[in-house]
């Protein structure tokens, strides 16, 4: 159940009513802050038809109502509600301006390359570093990574470049020593439905790149972001990597570019979108990456490799610098045309 507070209520009287629902059973009340509106989302069992009469009748709410969904953490219960993740270094994801480009290696194989490609990538106007330090690899022997050694390097190039880091965390038994090193936590797609690490990244205060699991639909994805988030993180940002195709030959994964919006429409919570796994090969990532651009994505995420024939993973999906350069050249290009439709659409305010 959600309750919307009238406008310019004062921060007492949210807490008045927090403390209202908070006092039957074991009710929680999250107060969301938007921009025009205050927010709650009870949580729990609410099968007390008197506190239900109570709210609607307290001057200082302006309406109260159900929440069908599962997922009521990350549910969108206000046109106008938006959740902004501050990564670090001034960097928000969520704004509705702003589209940081995250990039970097699939994984860090020695300090030479994380900084020579850090170097590069920030030169020509990526904002977030990525690398793996801990790789889930599908057939056992390959390479998984130099753990923290790899968190060593990544820290000293994202230091350096002035660069929040993301990167990877595969068991709850690793966010202690992840979270020393990073300033945002991702969960991979193999482990999207991992409830234990939900609940440890939960319980972080870093921000949560939560990857969709390679089958999963949207409201499993949401309920995973629920987790999360019940567990007291609410800094959580959901990341398109692409589903699972049969056609492993021509496209590693296939993208899903409508998930984009479609998220949008049913939460709060701003959208990555990975333009490299979601198709696997480098041919394609410029357009698929351009695509998210278009489609709205409130973050871009893409492999980076200062010499990707010699890379450990990824190689086959992961640029080099020149062409990262060019990427980044015509995103700029995009990103202006997304914003001359959008305020001419809000202009026209015909509702497509």
């Known amino acids: ?157 994202a230091d350096e470049f002035h660069m929040p880091l993301q990167t990877e965390v595969m068991d709850p038994s690793e966010v202690g020593i992840v979270s020393n090193y990073a300033d945002i936590l991702q969960l991979g797609t193999r482990n999207a439905g991992n409830q234990r690490l939900q609940d440890a990244v939960g319980k972080t205060d870093k921000p949560v790149v939560l990857k969709r699991g390679i089958n999963d639909r949207y409201t499993d994805w949401l309920n995973s972001a629920h987790r999360i988030m019940y567990s007291g993180n609410e800094k959580v940002i959901l990341c398109e990597r692409g589903l699972q195709t049969t056609d492993d030959k021509h496209l590693r994964n296939k993208p899903d570019i409508a998930a984009i919006q479609v998220i949008h429409d049913l939460s709060h919570l701003p959208v990555q979108f990975d333009a490299a796994h979601s198709v696997g090969f480098i041919r394609y990532i410029a357009e698929n990456f351009h695509s998210g651009v278009v489609a709205g994505a409130d973050s871009l995420l893409v492999e980076v490799h200062h010499n990707p024939k010699e890379a450990l993973t990824d190689g086959q999906q992961s640029l080099n610098l020149p062409q990262f350069d060019q990427l980044m050249q015509e995103y700029r290009m995009y990103k202006d045309i997304r914003d001359q439709v959008l305020a001419s659409r809000a202009a026209a305010n015909t509702g497509l």
């Not at 406008?7 to 008045?16: H, R």
């Not at 997922?71 to 001034?90: E, F, M, N, S, W």
């Not at 590069?120 to 050694?149: D, H, M, N």
């Open 1 to 157: 159940m959600l309750v919307k507070m009238r406008d310019n209520v004062s921060d007492s009287d949210v807490t008045e009513v927090v403390k209202l629902i908070e006092s039957v059973g074991e009710l929680r009340a999250e107060v969301h802050t938007g921009v025009r509106h205050t927010i709650l989302t009870i949580i729990g069992d609410l099968n007390d038809e008197g506190l239900e009469g109570t709210l609607r009748g307290n001057p200082n709410v302006d309406r109260v109502e159900s929440i069908s969904v599962s997922y009521k953490l990350p549910a969108r219960k206000d046109v106008d509600q938006r959740t902004i993740v501050d990564v670090g270094h001034g960097i928000a994801i969520g704004n509705g301006i702003d589209v940081p480009v995250c990039a970097g290696p699939c994984s860090a194989e020695s300090e030479y390359q994380v900084m020579t490609t850090a170097a590069g990538i920030r030169e020509s106007g990526a904002e977030i570093l990525r690398g793996g330090a801990f790789k889930p690899r599908t057939v056992a022997g390959a390479f998984e990574g130099y753990g923290e050694q790899a968190l060593k390097w990544l820290r000293k190039a």
